[in-house]
């Protein structure tokens, strides 16, 4: 069993275009996150959420938003796609904030 | 906020040699260091973590030094093998408001056979 899941693993979409990230972890952890890993590998945190509640929001357009349906499951919609939007999202869990995180297996988004 | 520096970017040693990777923070609070390999296509595994209560932690052929008064800490893998090549990133928590793992900017590690 995948411990974090996201889907889809890639997505190719036209700008303009609005399109949603799921992710599932199946360890109990009370704390989930959405990373944006750019074209040079650097990890940024986007979004966090503990047990469905929002405790992270970075300096992210608000085209992007999360939704927490229950702990369990953190997914990202993003509305109006932009060329600049394309990277790697991965999403993550923890028991405890801000340390021991799971990654999921990442999706690729490019926008064009 | 929490500021992490690694180095160097890029890494490239001969099987069978070590390889060094460095962090510096600077939150002189945190408590907390991990390591994360990142193969290509997948998301990052947690390899080794230290707590700032030890200044060394070994698991077989990788190893975690820290220094606290210098604030940094660094990665060693000893007896480098070609499946040890993957992209390498250091973090430290961010204490500001809700707890975040700040990362590095990752380090390319390359062995040669």
């Known amino acids: 069993d995948t411990a974090v899941s996201q889907t889809p693993k890639y997505l190719v979409t036209q700008m303009g275009n609005d399109k949603s990230i799921k992710c599932e972890q199946n360890?109990?952890?009370?704390?989930m996150y959405w990373y944006k890993q750019d074209s040079k590998k650097f990890l940024k945190i986007m979004f966090s959420?503990?047990?469905?509640?929002?405790?992270i929001n970075e300096t992210v357009p608000n085209r992007f938003s999360p939704k927490s349906p229950d702990k369990a499951h953190l997914n990202l919609h993003i509305n109006s796609l932009e060329l600049g939007d394309s990277a790697v999202y991965f999403c993550a869990s923890s028991q405890v904030q801000g340390s021991g995180y799971t990654f999921g297996s990442g999706t690729r988004l490019t926008v064009v | 906020g929490e500021n992490v520096e690694q180095h160097p970017s890029t890494l490239s040693v001969q099987e069978g040699d070590s390889a060094v990777i460095k962090c510096t923070y600077s939150?002189?609070?945190?408590?907390?260091f991990p390591w994360y390999k990142q193969e290509l296509g997948k998301g990052p595994q947690l390899i080794i973590d230290i707590r700032s209560n030890v200044g060394e932690k070994k698991d077989q052929r990788i190893a975690v030094t820290l220094n606290k008064t210098a604030k940094h800490f660094s990665l060693h893998i000893t007896e480098t093998q070609p499946e040890d090549s993957a992209v390498y990133f250091c973090a430290a928590p961010s204490r500001e408001g809700a707890q975040k793992l700040v990362f590095g900017q990752g380090t390319r590690l390359t062995i040669n056979p």
């Open positions: 360890l109990g952890h009370d704390t």
């Open positions: 959420y503990n047990n469905k509640e929002l405790i």
């Open positions: 939150d002189s609070a945190s408590n907390y």
